[in-house]
């Protein structure tokens, strides 16, 4: 046995001797490619098997109905509100209102969204999970921020000359026939510049999105940590059928 | 954990392989080597393909076929490792689902290397993050954030020394600025810290001190934004001196190939980035060869 070692060691001895010397090596040449991840491909079978169940839940829970819209529910259905932001801002005063009842002892006076945060329509029919993350796609909260009542005359002022018919609820905003506001009315009563109110919205708003530059007069901002598209959930999930409809909250008079 | 212990054998056999080689006394095979570097960004949760009817990427992407497409590459070249560049987390629902546990299962089992951290993998906070470690077969790197007073600490690597057939390849991460990406109750303590100054030590550890043939980064800064003061991978690529490859990420950039930018000693470097959604894999050969084989033209870079 150690014959047969000794052997080996001068073997390789003789033939690191012999041959020629095994320099460092160093870099040559790079190439490179973009594999398209695409059809022409064949599935790896453990991982789609690993994948599957997962699948399958996910799809389970998000097709599972929560409820019934009796109609097309769109942003498209009126000039300055809409059944779908109708629909939006009313989910957020209803779902968020206890919430922030139970961990501030106060109430939310109104809700301000975007237009633009609106992704889908609601399609007449069976209303599920997957309908809230066509909808709200995106990882937004609701906040809850207290302004004075000039900030929201400003806030007024900004949906008045928007354009766009930005969802509200717990408000009503009546534009004459010049579009000058004529009247603010929030749970029932004339805006009271005096007071402050709180406004339920998305936290990405009070960010700075979407240009609504009178959120830069909140005094105070309460981030629920409660997703938009999770407080549409919950709703789903207690009512039966969805009522909404372009109504008289935000209107210019003829 | 099997495939490192295949790796070392493999290089093991390979180490010996070599010494029959010369025992024959053929100089003719020489000293080439081959390392295949393969790498994803911003996969966010696209684990199954998109459906045929999607407007911008039909029957694009997915994990299973990016898994064969992988295998096939490991096949053909053992030396080969995986990266991403961060932001695997948030962008379908199994993300909101299952907190990102299974984005990191099925990276483990596609072996992937390393990875950096992305913004949006502090989507369920640093604690979310944390929760989900224990499905990760492979290690974060980022050598500009500080963890120190979160539970990431002790969890996340500046970089790392990969050895594949006598090679050493050095890998370090860099992230984007958190703040105004993240919220802050979610990335909590976690410091984001001025990349490039950190990004020079990192792969002057890996040159220097670890004497590594390859210096990689993972980098989620962004290939470029129209502000040139906000960091990027084009100026990191000119502030460095040993980096060989950044693979970049966060802004969804399609590159067609690698851009190539000159360093700070004037050498050539790739900065590369494959989209988003796991649409692309994104794949660097490097070529080695006996220092005396080389031609003095330096290396030939064909991208």
Same mark, same amino acid.
């Given at each position: 046995m150690s014959l047969k070692i000794q052997h080996f060691v001068i073997f390789i001895t003789l033939s690191l001797i012999t041959s020629c010397r095994q320099g460092p090596v160093g870099l040559s040449k790079i190439e490179s490619a973009k594999l398209p991840v695409d059809s022409a491909l064949s599935k790896a079978e453990a991982i789609e098997a690993y994948i599957l169940p997962y699948r399958e839940r996910v799809?389970? !829970? &998000?097709?599972?109905? &929560?409820?019934?819209?009796?109609k097309l529910i769109t942003k498209e259905d009126g000039a300055y509100n809409t059944s779908a932001g109708n629909l939006m801002a009313d989910i957020l005063l209803s779902e968020a209102s206890p919430i922030f009842k139970s961990r501030t002892g106060k109430k939310i006076d109104l809700v301000v969204l975007n237009h633009g945060g609106i992704?889908? !329509?609601?399609?007449?029919?069976n209303v599920s999970a997957k309908t809230a993350y066509e909808?709200?796609?995106?990882?937004n909260s609701i906040a809850v921020v207290t302004m004075d009542g000039n900030a929201i005359m400003e806030l007024a002022e900004f949906l008045s000359v928007s354009g766009r018919a930005h969802p509200i609820a717990g408000m009503q905003i009546v534009l004459g026939s010049s579009g000058t506001i004529k009247s603010i009315r929030i749970g029932g009563k004339p805006l009271d510049t005096d007071r402050k109110y709180r406004v339920a919205t998305s936290d990405y708003l009070v960010s700075g999105g979407d240009d609504m530059v009178f959120f830069k007069k909140a005094e105070t901002i309460h981030n629920l940590n409660y997703l938009i598209r999770n407080a549409m959930i919950d709703y789903f999930r207690k009512v039966d059928t969805l009522k909404a409809s372009v109504d008289d909250r935000f209107i210019k008079l003829k | 954990m099997k495939r490192r212990n295949f790796i070392k054998n493999t290089t093991a056999a390979t180490a010996l392989t070599g010494l029959g080689g010369l025992s024959l006394g053929s100089c003719s095979v020489g000293?080439?080597?081959?390392?295949?570097?393969?790498?994803t960004n911003d996969v966010h949760s696209h684990i199954d393909a998109f459906p045929k009817d999607h407007s911008l990427y039909p029957n694009l992407g997915g994990l299973a076929r990016r898994a064969a497409l992988v295998d096939s590459i490991r096949k053909e070249n053992p030396n080969t490792l995986l990266f991403d560049a961060g932001d695997y987390f948030q962008g379908t629902p199994y993300f909101n689902f299952y907190g990102g546990e299974l984005e990191f299962k099925l990276m483990s089992m596609l072996n992937y290397d390393a990875a950096t951290i992305g913004n949006h993998d502090f989507d369920n906070g640093v604690d979310g993050l944390y929760a989900q470690l224990p499905h990760a077969n492979f290690d974060l790197l980022c050598a500009n954030y500080d963890f120190k007073n979160t539970v990431m600490d002790g969890h996340v690597q500046r970089s790392k020394v990969f050895i594949l057939d006598g090679l050493k390849i050095g890998v370090y991460g860099i992230g984007i600025e958190l703040k105004g990406l993240v919220n802050k109750e979610l990335y909590k303590?976690?410091?984001y810290m001025y990349p490039y100054a950190l990004a020079q030590d990192a792969e002057k550890q890996l040159k220097v001190y670890e004497k590594c043939d390859v210096i990689i980064c993972l980098s989620h800064l962004g290939y470029d934004y129209e502000s040139e003061t906000k960091p990027n991978d084009l100026t990191l690529a000119k502030k460095t001196e040993y980096t060989d490859l950044i693979i970049g990420g966060h802004t969804h950039t399609f590159l067609d190939k690698p851009t190539i930018v000159k360093n700070k000693s004037d050498k050539e470097v790739l900065v590369n980035q494959v989209g988003c959604f796991g649409i692309n894999l994104g794949r660097i050969d490097f070529y080695f060869d006996d220092l005396a084989n080389l031609s003095s033209n330096g290396v030939s870079i064909k991208v």
């Amino acid at each position: 046995m150690s014959l047969k070692i000794q052997h080996f060691v001068i073997f390789i001895t003789l033939s690191l001797i012999t041959s020629c010397r095994q320099g460092p090596v160093g870099l040559s040449k790079i190439e490179s490619a973009k594999l398209p991840v695409d059809s022409a491909l064949s599935k790896a079978e453990a991982i789609e098997a690993y994948i599957l169940p997962y699948r399958e839940r996910v799809k389970e !829970v &998000l097709d599972s109905t &929560l409820a019934y819209a009796p109609k097309l529910i769109t942003k498209e259905d009126g000039a300055y509100n809409t059944s779908a932001g109708n629909l939006m801002a009313d989910i957020l005063l209803s779902e968020a209102s206890p919430i922030f009842k139970s961990r501030t002892g106060k109430k939310i006076d109104l809700v301000v969204l975007n237009h633009g945060g609106i992704r889908s !329509v609601i399609s007449k029919g069976n209303v599920s999970a997957k309908t809230a993350y066509e909808v709200m796609p995106f990882e937004n909260s609701i906040a809850v921020v207290t302004m004075d009542g000039n900030a929201i005359m400003e806030l007024a002022e900004f949906l008045s000359v928007s354009g766009r018919a930005h969802p509200i609820a717990g408000m009503q905003i009546v534009l004459g026939s010049s579009g000058t506001i004529k009247s603010i009315r929030i749970g029932g009563k004339p805006l009271d510049t005096d007071r402050k109110y709180r406004v339920a919205t998305s936290d990405y708003l009070v960010s700075g999105g979407d240009d609504m530059v009178f959120f830069k007069k909140a005094e105070t901002i309460h981030n629920l940590n409660y997703l938009i598209r999770n407080a549409m959930i919950d709703y789903f999930r207690k009512v039966d059928t969805l009522k909404a409809s372009v109504d008289d909250r935000f209107i210019k008079l003829k | 954990m099997k495939r490192r212990n295949f790796i070392k054998n493999t290089t093991a056999a390979t180490a010996l392989t070599g010494l029959g080689g010369l025992s024959l006394g053929s100089c003719s095979v020489g000293n080439e080597k081959h390392i295949t570097i393969l790498h994803t960004n911003d996969v966010h949760s696209h684990i199954d393909a998109f459906p045929k009817d999607h407007s911008l990427y039909p029957n694009l992407g997915g994990l299973a076929r990016r898994a064969a497409l992988v295998d096939s590459i490991r096949k053909e070249n053992p030396n080969t490792l995986l990266f991403d560049a961060g932001d695997y987390f948030q962008g379908t629902p199994y993300f909101n689902f299952y907190g990102g546990e299974l984005e990191f299962k099925l990276m483990s089992m596609l072996n992937y290397d390393a990875a950096t951290i992305g913004n949006h993998d502090f989507d369920n906070g640093v604690d979310g993050l944390y929760a989900q470690l224990p499905h990760a077969n492979f290690d974060l790197l980022c050598a500009n954030y500080d963890f120190k007073n979160t539970v990431m600490d002790g969890h996340v690597q500046r970089s790392k020394v990969f050895i594949l057939d006598g090679l050493k390849i050095g890998v370090y991460g860099i992230g984007i600025e958190l703040k105004g990406l993240v919220n802050k109750e979610l990335y909590k303590e976690t410091r984001y810290m001025y990349p490039y100054a950190l990004a020079q030590d990192a792969e002057k550890q890996l040159k220097v001190y670890e004497k590594c043939d390859v210096i990689i980064c993972l980098s989620h800064l962004g290939y470029d934004y129209e502000s040139e003061t906000k960091p990027n991978d084009l100026t990191l690529a000119k502030k460095t001196e040993y980096t060989d490859l950044i693979i970049g990420g966060h802004t969804h950039t399609f590159l067609d190939k690698p851009t190539i930018v000159k360093n700070k000693s004037d050498k050539e470097v790739l900065v590369n980035q494959v989209g988003c959604f796991g649409i692309n894999l994104g794949r660097i050969d490097f070529y080695f060869d006996d220092l005396a084989n080389l031609s003095s033209n330096g290396v030939s870079i064909k991208v």
